[in-house]
């Protein structure tokens, strides 16, 4: 006998609520996993002088090769001001990393920035230069969060923790 998908549906759905219902609150919560949401807004701002874009955007990370050893999931979040017409911007990145097993809070770190993204083991962070000057690349460390290195052109190489063509500041 064959089901239609809608049949197999409705079926599957039964057999869970069944099963909900008769094998009790702890087992099913102990099927359930760990779950976060993450919001993102846009807003325009007149003023007397300029409108302004407020952006707010947000989003979830996996880092399945994480150097703590296991997955790590990373919550960014970056805020845009810009003003039309006007070149740069009032930006920032900040990003939260928690364990990948259990949800709990790892580091964290924000830094002045338009763009941040996933570097192998690094999180890089751009803020876009203003009036011709060149853009700022800021990398923390995936391991601990806090370790920072900022330079002017692109980071190519890492070799035994040392990083070629930049300066470096300890947090």
């Given at each position: 006998m064959f089901l239609s998908d809608k049949s197999?549906?409705?079926?599957?759905?039964?057999?869970?609520?069944?099963?909900?219902?008769?094998?009790?609150?702890?087992?099913?919560?102990?099927?359930?996993?760990?779950?976060?949401?993450?919001?993102?807004?846009?807003?325009?701002?007149e003023t007397l002088i300029a409108t302004h874009f407020i952006t707010d955007n947000k989003r979830f990370d996996i880092v399945d090769d994480a150097p703590t050893g296991g997955p790590v999931v990373l919550r960014e979040a970056v805020r845009v001001d810009r003003q039309a017409g006007i070149e740069g911007a009032d930006a920032s990145v900040a990003v939260d990393a928690f364990d990948g097993a259990q949800m709990k809070p790892l580091w964290q770190f924000r830094e002045r920035g338009e763009v941040g993204e996933l570097r192998g083991s690094l999180?890089?962070?751009?803020?876009?230069?203003?009036?011709?000057?060149?853009?700022?690349?800021?990398?923390?460390?995936?391991?601990?969060?806090?370790?920072?290195?900022?330079?002017?052109?692109?980071?190519?190489?890492?070799?035994?923790?040392?990083?070629?063509?930049?300066?470096?500041?300890?947090?």
């Open positions: 197999r549906i409705f079926i599957l759905g039964l057999i869970a609520g069944v099963l909900a219902e008769y094998v009790g609150p702890k087992v099913t919560a102990a099927l359930m996993t760990s779950s976060s949401s993450a919001i993102s807004s846009v807003q325009i701002k999180y890089r962070i751009v803020k876009f230069g203003c009036c011709g000057a060149p853009p700022t690349y800021s990398y923390f460390s995936l391991q601990e969060g806090a370790s920072r290195v900022l330079c002017k052109r692109l980071l190519f190489s890492l070799r035994r923790r040392r990083f070629w063509a930049v300066e470096k500041w300890e947090s």
